[in-house]
């Protein structure tokens, strides 16, 4: 049982890191970047491509978080800051966002082929034991970078004027960019957070799913689910919670249902969450239900 | 198509007739072409007809599409999950259970739309983002349920049945699952351009972009919005039940991906229009046939293209032809019409009184005004009204207003005293917390604003709700929605409709002459995003007076208009209660309302002051202390 409890935090705190880099930059804009999976792919690539170049891994884990930030904010760029100028209430950046994970997807498939690569290990041949339960390092680390993580995140957002600001613009970007917030820039920043996050969640799974360009979808999808089911478009540290319980329950349903189960346990999960909380379980309000403004006359 | 529209809502239809003829004859030529086209088809190679079949498959998805995104605005990612039914359905059963393929087609329409119905119910109350994730959510679950059920096959999937032969007779049109493809793509067409040329697309467009004013002016806006979902639901249920046909159904042509791919499709071709998304279609589902490079390659070519088409042609391919083609056009025929309507727009006008046929007259059997008896009926009632937004203070307390039949009332009071507050909780877009409101001796506390519209209740916003890319006589239309029986039923068959022809000469019509009573006479063609804010209320006016109500609730009437027109407003309210219409009036300029109430309420701080006439009103010390400043 506890081993199901932590193996489950350890997964869980990669969905959420993954949940956390989509809600992030969803605060800020109020959009949903589909390319958020191929971040982290990113990250997880360039780590296996330089590590195998034969250099030491930790410089490869620096290069590819900063490649994570900058293919983030080349995302704002291209991809969101474009529609977003034309119609701040256009859908167009589905669209677009999509487009810019596939360019991203199939460029890393063209360099590096379709094939998975080796990974450092990092902390993950290490074992340690806690009671009756076995952790590998890598585990261990990613539960602890993820509650580090997230306590930053929070004192930042709520005690420095960056974070109030980036609050201000999630709440009313019009108001704050007349009192002289610049939005562009706040926006940059949280996407290079978010990126920043994608690719710390890379760096702490690639170990067990070694390097593949493809991967990027199946932890976009995840992430997606983390930060639904947490209401992670509220508060981004909801995503995190949202994705340590999804996680504890997707480990939980493969060791209680059948081995599989993990493939369609948690679409079942977020489906319940919302029918009964569309909200999602740890969120005050949801901002989705206010997207559009509502016209002076309707008051 | 869009200009050939717009012409025929001239004022008199008969101008029009030989345009629509005219429009009509290349329709048919236009159906001629594309059935000769077909014979082609049925008659190519596989390779090529394989290629134009899976484009077509896609054409009827995005037209599903489009009618919920375009028409209503919302963007609905679970057009694949739908496909994913038709197709699974028809695989399925033929494979398992030996069932005639076709016996299946009212089962596939059916079970889709009635998830759409589902799906449409659960999250339509709110629109927007949570709509599209909602959607997108379904299609998820879908395509794991395809992954991991036993009687889907999994990830191998299974092959769909082959489609029966054609009898003998019948041989020399070729294959017959082309010619059942491509005339499903056709019967798409006909039905999304149906609706576009029908009444039904303003009302459609005024759900989009301005539902209270579609809510005032009766429309059902979610029920509307869950059938056409439905109807969208259900195409792509057909759309999936042909693909079947095509071969192997497997869970990765149904996914997440796929729904944006339609997505993709009209906004490259050009959403709300009607031959955008299949160009956007032919151009998604051809790309990897044409461009035969490198596979990754391709995709990364793919994906850049996708993004270049949202970001630099936010309108599509045919957004960007018809600005092309508007700009050629536009010079010398605008400018003539430009000049004229610049002048004082009362001018022009003509007031109500002087045009019997028009708008307020038709067989209106109203109680007389100032007759005895009918004048003590209080027609609209308000008691112990309690309101407050959100945790604030209460916005109204305990308020009682009581409005004789026949009489306009006015209502003012400083600035958030509540008046507009009333006048939403009267039209029932507020529930209030506590009190009770009746219309016509009705009770009114559980009737949605489009309720109470039905029940002779109109009402105009502050800030006009109008759908600003359509004309100001198309926004009239949906003032007039209550007034054509069965327009939904019809919409889809319109033009081709007898009645609907003539239906739609008289709406245009009344729409025009309810313009030229109101004093925008010379705005009738003209956009709104195009006129000036007075137009913009003299517009709402004319949409809600095209309805013959009994009762309207004017909010602000007069701001924005200059003193002429403030002039000729005051003659058209007069002439409206000539005719026994009832008011209410909530207006800052009392030298215009004054003269022309019967009573006013005064409100401060959310408390009726004084109920009186309007030199009592004016006498009295407490309301030229509050409200007129002494």
């Not at chain 1, 602890?144 to 009313?172: C, P």
């Not at chain 2, 082609?40 to 484009?55: E, N, Y």
């Not at chain 2, 016996?103 to 449409?120: D, K, N």
């Not at chain 2, 960007?320 to 727009?345: C, V």
């Amino acid at each position: 049982m506890l081993q199901i409890v932590l193996s489950g935090l350890a997964i869980g705190a990669v969905y959420g890191l993954v949940g956390m880099a989509l809600a992030i930059s969803f605060y800020v804009t109020r959009v949903i970047n589909f390319a958020q999976g191929q971040l982290m792919m990113v990250a997880i690539m360039i780590v296996a491509a330089i590590t195998a170049a034969g250099y030491s891994a930790w410089l490869g884990v620096i290069a590819g978080l900063i490649c994570a930030c900058l293919v983030a904010i080349l995302s704002y760029v291209i991809a969101v800051r474009p529609i977003l100028a034309f119609d701040r209430f256009s859908f167009g950046w589905l669209v677009s966002t999509l487009g810019f994970a596939v360019v991203v997807e199939n460029i890393a498939a063209y360099i590096w082929g379709p094939t998975s690569r080796a990974f450092p290990p990092i902390l993950h041949h290490i074992s340690i034991h806690i009671g009756s339960a076995v952790l590998t390092g890598q585990q261990l680390l990613a539960i602890a970078v993820a509650v580090l993580l997230t306590v930053a995140f929070e004192l930042v957002r709520k005690h420095t004027l960056f974070g109030k600001l980036g609050m201000a613009i999630a709440s009313d970007p019009e108001m704050a960019s007349a009192i002289g917030a610049n939005t562009a820039v706040v926006a940059i920043a949280a996407f290079a957070v978010s990126g920043l996050f994608a690719g710390i969640a890379g760096v702490l799974i690639g170990p067990s799913t070694f390097a593949n360009p493809y991967l990027g979808n199946t932890f976009g999808t995840y992430g997606f689910i983390a930060m639904m089911i947490g209401g992670g478009t509220e508060k981004p540290v909801a995503a995190m919670l949202g994705g340590l319980l999804l996680g504890v329950l997707a480990e939980g349903a493969n060791a209680l249902i059948d081995s599989q189960a993990s493939d369609w346990f948690p679409f079942l999960v977020l489906v319940v969450v919302l029918i009964f909380t569309p909200k999602g379980l740890f969120s005050s309000g949801n901002p989705l239900l206010r997207l559009r403004p509502v016209p002076m006359a309707q008051r | 198509m869009e200009g050939g529209r717009t012409k025929s809502f001239r004022a008199d239809a008969l101008p029009a007739a030989p345009v629509a003829c005219w429009k009509r004859s290349a329709g048919y030529v236009a159906v001629a072409a594309y059935l000769v086209l077909t014979f082609f088809v049925a008659q190519s190679s596989l390779g090529v007809q394989s290629l134009v079949l899976v484009a077509a498959v896609f054409g009827i998805l995005a037209i599903s599409l489009d009618l919920v995104a375009g028409m209503l605005g919302l963007y609905s990612l679970g057009q694949a999950g739908f496909f994913a039914i038709g197709a699974y359905l028809t695989a399925i059963a033929a494979a398992d259970y030996e069932v005639n393929p076709f016996y299946l087609l009212p089962v596939v329409l059916v079970v889709a739309a009635l998830a759409g119905i589902l799906i449409g119910a659960t999250s339509l109350r709110v629109s927007g983002l949570y709509f599209a994730i909602t959607t997108f959510v379904f299609t998820l679950v879908l395509t794991v349920l395809a992954t991991d059920l036993k009687i889907t096959r999994g990830t191998q999937g299974l092959l769909g049945p082959t489609f029966p032969d054609f009898p003998e007779s019948l041989e020399f049109l070729g294959t017959p699952v082309a010619w059942f493809v491509m005339i499903a793509l056709l019967l798409a067409l006909l039905l999304a351009s149906g609706i576009r040329s029908s009444p039904l697309y303003p009302v459609l467009l005024s759900i989009r972009d301005a539902e209270p004013f579609a809510q005032a002016a009766g429309v059902r806006t979610s029920a509307i919005k869950i059938g056409v979902f439905a109807l969208s639901a259900a195409m792509a249920g057909v759309a999936g039940w042909l693909f079947a046909f095509f071969g192997v159904v497997s869970p990765g042509q149904f996914d997440w991906a796929v729904s944006l791919n339609i997505l993709v499709m009209i906004l490259v071709g050009g959403i709300n229009t009607t031959i955008g998304p299949v160009i956007g279609a032919v151009f998604v589902t051809m790309f990897p046939a044409v461009v035969n490079i490198n596979p990754w390659l391709q995709e990364v070519l793919y994906g850049a293209l996708s993004i270049l088409a949202i970001t630099v042609f936010p309108e599509g391919v045919v957004g960007l032809a018809k600005r092309l083609t508007l700009k050629q056009s536009k010079e010398s025929p605008q400018t003539a019409a430009h000049s004229k309507p610049h002048g004082p727009i009362g001018g022009e006008a003509v007031p109500f009184s002087k045009k019997p046929a028009s708008v307020v007259s038709t067989g209106e059997v109203s109680v007389d005004a100032g007759t005895g008896a009918a004048d003590k009926e209080v027609i609209v009632e308000c008691r112990g009204i309690v309101f407050g937004y959100g945790q604030g203070p209460k916005v109204l307390r305990n308020v009682d207003l009581a409005v004789k039949r026949g009489h306009i009332h006015g209502l003012i009071g400083p600035n958030g005293s509540g008046k507009s507050t009333l006048a939403n909780i009267i039209a029932g877009r507020l529930r209030p917390h506590a009190g009770t409101t009746a219309v016509k001796g009705i009770v009114a506390d559980g009737l949605s604003p489009s309720g109470r519209a039905r029940l002779g209740l109109r009402r105009t916003f502050q800030a006009a709700q109008l759908v600003r890319e359509l004309t100001t006589s198309q926004n009239v239309l949906v003032g007039l929605y209550t007034r054509v029986p069965g327009l939904i039923r019809r919409a889809a068959f319109w033009s081709l409709l007898p009645s609907g022809r003539r239906d739609g000469a008289w709406l245009q019509a009344q729409a025009s002459a309810a313009l030229q009573a109101a004093g925008a006479g010379g705005w009738i063609d003209r956009q709104v995003r195009d006129v000036p804010h007075g137009v913009e209320q003299l517009t709402q006016l004319a949409s809600v007076c095209v309805a013959e109500p009994e009762i309207i609730i004017l909010d602000e009437p007069a701001t924005g208009l200059s003193a002429p027109e403030v002039e000729h407003l005051a003659r058209i309210l007069s002439g409206l209660k000539a005719r026994g219409v009832t008011m209410i009036i909530i207006e800052h300029q009392t030298r215009f309302l004054f003269p022309l109430c019967d009573q006013i309420t005064v409100l401060n701080a959310g408390e009726v002051i004084l109920t009186s006439t309007a030199d009592k009103v004016r006498a009295d010390p407490l309301v030229r202390q509050v409200y007129l400043g002494e």
